[in-house]
Structures are given as C-alpha cells and as structure tokens.
C-alpha cells in the first residue's frame, strides 16, 4: 500500500483546501521543495502534486516550484502532477524534466480524444483523477458536478490505457471525515487497473482499512491534511502498511 503525500501548490507555497475551495486555504509551507524533501526522508515511495492555480486557470501556472521539486528528489521517487494540464507538449515537458506521472483531470472528462492521445503517446505515464460526489464526477476545479457516473467513466478510460485512476470523494478532501472506503472499492472491482484512494484520509484506521481492500485492486492512498495537521503520523502509517500488507 503507497502513501503517497500530497503538496498542494498555490501561488508557489504547499497549502491544504476545505472540499477543493481556494478561499478556504492554510498554508503549511513557503518551500515546497524543503517540504517534499522532508517527506521522502520519512519514507515517502511517491509524491502527489497539485497545481491548484493551474487546476482553475486550465494552464500551468506553478510550473517553477514543480520543477525545483522535480530537480530535488525526481531521481529518488516516483512524483506524479494534477492541475492545468491539458496539451500533449506541457505532458511531455514535464516528463522530460522527471515527472513519472500526470494526472489528467478534467480534461480526461470533457475532451475524451485528448486523453487517448495522450495514452497513446506517453504510454504508463498517464494517471485519470476522477473526483466524484454521490456517485457523479465533477470537474473544473470540483465546481461542476456532471450527470457521468464514475464507474462507467473508469471503464471507458481504462480501454483507453491509463495507468491508474485516482478517485477522490470530494464531499470528505480536506474535512478529516475518513475515506470513503465503499465507493473506492465499488470502482476498483469493476476495473482491472489499480484504484489510488484520495480524500477524507484522517487517522490509522483508515490506513488499516485500505491495507484490507488492497487486495481489491486499491494501491493505495492521497495523504493530505491529515499528515499535515499531526492528525496522522506519515512515517508510523507507512510502517503499519508495510507490516500488513508487505
């Protein structure tokens, strides 16, 4: 089971959101490079970024911080990006500066051709994040909830080559309410390719309750203001993981 930590990027600092608003922010560092740094010397198999400003302008717009992270621990693990990433060139200009993944979001949803060139082109280097609510997916940002159903929409991306789905509930991220174990499991038994759970993680509990759906085809969890807030101690949580689930 992956913990894999999250550094949400705004305005070039890490800072945490309340249920995806940009209004409701805390800052946890001013160096988001020093912070990611800090979170592979505590274990960290994977690093999650987002580049929040770009999620809503639909471009890139933390590009810099991205890349001092990149230069800093790129080599060392494997660092997946979200956020404003909509052409097939800004794809391959990050992969060319060390990115291990991109994460599409919500231009996966709205130009379905987009994405499938981009599977085409950076094959097992493509991650679909599904954000959802009751079900349905939401997109730009979370401020639109669509009539897609997250199920039928991994399917479909899943033909289409994805390495992975991220699906986070976005009535939990950021509130500490626990994952929401059912709906992650429900779409990780109707696909065959891995299921990342994001989204209300808040204590131990909720790592021992992924690490018992591993087997499902979940592999594994956004860590984000629970590790933050002290609510949740990274390295502890990782160790219960691996001494669980190996």
Same mark, same amino acid.
């Given at each position: 089971?992956?913990?894999?930590?999250?550094?949400?990027?705004?305005?070039?600092?890490?800072?945490?959101?309340?249920?995806?608003?940009?209004?409701?922010?805390?800052?946890?560092?001013?160096?988001?490079?020093?912070?990611?740094?800090?979170?592979?010397?505590?274990?960290?198999?994977?690093?999650?970024?987002?580049?929040?400003?770009?999620?809503?302008?639909?471009?890139?717009?933390?590009?810099?911080?991205?890349?001092?992270?990149?230069?800093?621990?790129?080599?060392?693990?494997?660092?997946?990006?979200?956020?404003?990433?909509?052409?097939?060139?800004?794809?391959?200009?990050?992969?060319?500066?060390?990115?291990?993944?991109? =994460?599409?979001?919500? #231009?996966? *949803? @709205?130009?379905?051709?987009? $994405?499938?060139?981009?599977?085409? /082109?950076? &094959? %097992?280097?493509?991650?679909?994040?599904?954000?959802?609510?009751?079900?349905?997916?939401?997109?730009?940002?979370?401020?639109?909830?669509?009539?897609?159903?997250?199920?039928?929409?991994?399917?479909?991306?899943?033909?289409?080559?994805?390495?992975?789905?991220?699906?986070?509930?976005?009535?939990?991220?950021?509130?500490?309410?626990? =994952?929401?174990?059912? #709906?992650? *499991? @429900?779409?990780?038994?109707? $696909?065959?390719?891995?299921?990342? /759970?994001? &989204? %209300?993680?808040?204590?131990?509990?909720?790592?021992?309750?992924?690490?018992?759906?591993?087997?499902?085809?979940?592999?594994?969890?956004?860590?984000?203001?629970?590790?933050?807030?002290?609510?949740?101690?990274?390295?502890?949580?990782?160790?219960?993981?691996?001494?669980?689930?190996?």
């Amino acid at each position: 089971m992956l913990l894999i930590p999250a550094i949400d990027l705004k305005d070039g600092h890490c800072v945490r959101l309340q249920q995806g608003d940009m209004k409701l922010s805390t800052t946890f560092s001013e160096e988001p490079a020093v912070m990611a740094r800090s979170w592979v010397d505590k274990g960290a198999r994977r690093v999650h970024l987002v580049d929040l400003n770009g999620a809503f302008a639909g471009h890139p717009k933390n590009e810099a911080a991205i890349r001092k992270i990149l230069k800093d621990i790129g080599s060392e693990v494997d660092v997946q990006l979200g956020g404003g990433i909509r052409d097939l060139d800004t794809i391959e200009r990050y992969l060319d500066a060390g990115l291990r993944y991109v =994460i599409i979001g919500t #231009a996966a *949803v @709205r130009n379905p051709g987009f $994405l499938q060139d981009a599977c085409t /082109a950076f &094959g %097992g280097h493509i991650i679909v994040g599904l954000d959802a609510k009751d079900g349905k997916v939401a997109t730009d940002g979370w401020s639109k909830l669509t009539k897609h159903d997250v199920v039928d929409l991994g399917k479909k991306f899943e033909d289409f080559g994805v390495e992975s789905i991220i699906y986070t509930d976005i009535g939990r991220d950021g509130m500490l309410t626990g =994952i929401n174990v059912e #709906a992650t *499991v @429900r779409l990780a038994q109707a $696909l065959t390719i891995p299921v990342i /759970a994001s &989204g %209300g993680l808040s204590n131990m509990a909720d790592i021992e309750a992924l690490c018992g759906v591993e087997d499902e085809g979940v592999e594994g969890v956004i860590c984000g203001r629970a590790i933050y807030s002290g609510d949740l101690d990274f390295e502890a949580a990782q160790a219960r993981a691996d001494e669980l689930n190996g």
